[in-house]
């Protein structure tokens, strides 16, 4: 019998092992607190005490009872966090994180609502700002056991952690104003992008110098696409992101084997070339409903060159089908994505609040059944 972290091998170099390899409970592929919670019920299992993994996304490390009976393949190293700050939190609560952005909890998650950077006008402006410490070990330390811990158990090993040039910066600066830099002030918003360029780099190094020959997928991305489209121009990536990307996804490949998975929500098919020419090796989450992303076309176009790591639809199929629905959509993403492996079946995104255990249970149970090399 293969173990999972073989399987997982097997289908991210492109060659079909036994069957599909499932994921659950990454930073871009996890489980809420209310679905955990909704999810343990259906199944049958007491409520333990809950471990909060991402305090903005409300995201839970997922009880091993449910990993285990749901087939998953994938077990992730986190940085949790202390119950002592997120039982506090309540709803209309107000929380600052370390880089100063605010953030007030909607009983959901916490959501964006102050930058330190938005009334910075020029570059000056921004020496002598305090960031947090990219090499503080007791992050790297907690993480480094949790991986020791997890190398006899046979399961492919992710660290919990994401690594984001784009993204990251303008959570500094606001949306609608990086935005703006990009075009008007390239200046001021490559400033602000070297600032967390350098924040990854030395935070990945870290880690990696630890637990780089440990792991198998190390996580990166920026998203880069609204449902419909790109929010930046193609040329703007190519000028401005995608040097700093590589430059991060270098210092990333020169110390670990580890594969390189990039999230992208959205319509992100006019940047994959850019992206497999950077390194890239594993495209997540695949979000099917979204323009240009139609998996047959994607497989078709770029299966040589990259695996996908996702794609059951979450914005209507697993909050609103039916479970039957939910098998037919498995099994329509397993016939498209997985002929000659590059395939890893998991939700689009994380498993939200709306989403019924019971569809939770349909989509694993049928890669399970459908998901056999030689059955579909």
Known sequence: ?????????????????????LDLGGIVSGITRLSHRS??????????????????????????????????????????IPASVWKADREGGLWVDAWGVQRRFTGLYFDMLGHPLEHV???????GLTWPDARKPEHYEELAAQVE????????????????????????????????????NPGLACSILDIMLDF?????????????DQIDVVLVGDDLATQ?????????????????????????RGKTRAKLFYHSCGAVSPFIPDLIDIGVDILNPVQVAARGMDAAYLKREFGSYLCFWGGIDTQSVLPFGTPDDVRDEVRRRIDQLAPGGGYVLGAVHNIQADVPPENVVA???EALRYGGYGVG
Not at 230 to 249: A, E, G, N, V
Request: glycine share 6%.
């Open 1 to 21: 019998m293969r173990s999972s972290r073989e399987r997982l091998h097997q289908s991210l170099n492109h060659r079909e092992p036994d069957r599909i390899p």
């Open 39 to 80: 999810l343990l019920k259906y199944l049958g299992f007491q409520e333990e005490d809950e471990i909060l993994v991402d305090r903005v996304q409300q995201l839970v490390k997922p009880d091993s009872r449910i990993l285990e009976v749901l087939g998953i393949d994938t077990r992730y190293a986190y940085l949790p």
């Open 121 to 127: 006008v020029e570059t000056s402006d921004l020496p």
């Open 149 to 184: 811990a997890l190398q006899e158990s046979g399961y492919g090993i992710i660290v919990n952690l994401i690594g984001s040039c784009f993204e990251f910066a303008w959570y500094l600066r606001g949306f609608e104003k990086f935005l703006s830099d990009l075009v008007l």
């Open 200 to 212: 990854q780099t030395a935070q990945f190094a870290e880690l990696l110098n630890r637990v780089g």
């Open 228 to 252: 419909n489209g790109p929010f930046i121009s193609p040329d703007i990536y190519r000028r401005l992101i995608k040097p700093r990307q590589k430059k991060l996804f270098d210092t990333i």
């Open 363 to 365: 989509m694993f149970e």
